[in-house]
Nanobody
């Protein structure tokens, strides 16, 4: 059974930090690219971080320099460290595990940045 479970979301003030975690099971984690997406009300889903199976990372300009993705293959876990948070970062954050013919998603965790 494939499982993808996010945790670590919550309410944080502007300028604060959060660390999201995504625990996965039921597949060969180390062979998958891992992605974090977010979706705010009324907006399209947006990729915020990617770490490839080989370890390379990618970030859009909206989060570059503030967010860091990492993975622990021994624990089948991917992390998203979010610093210098802004109100526009408020969204549901989703963990995604992807290969060419496989695509697994978590249910998301809410991040709210507000004073």
């Amino acid at each position: 059974q494939v499982q993808v479970v996010e945790s670590g979301g919550g309410l944080v003030q502007p300028g604060g930090s959060l660390r999201l975690s995504c625990a996965a099971s039921g597949f060969t984690f180390s062979n998958y690219d891992m992605n974090w997406y977010r979706q705010a009300p009324g907006k399209e889903r947006e990729l915020v971080a990617r770490i490839a199976a080989a370890g390379s990372t990618n970030y859009p300009d909206s989060v570059k320099g503030r967010f860091t993705i990492s993975r622990d293959n021994a624990e089948n876990t991917v992390f998203l460290q979010m610093n210098s948070l802004k109100p526009e970062d408020t969204a549901v954050y989703y963990c995604n595990c992807r290969r060419l013919y496989a695509d697994y998603w978590g249910r998301g965790t809410q991040v709210t940045v507000s004073s």
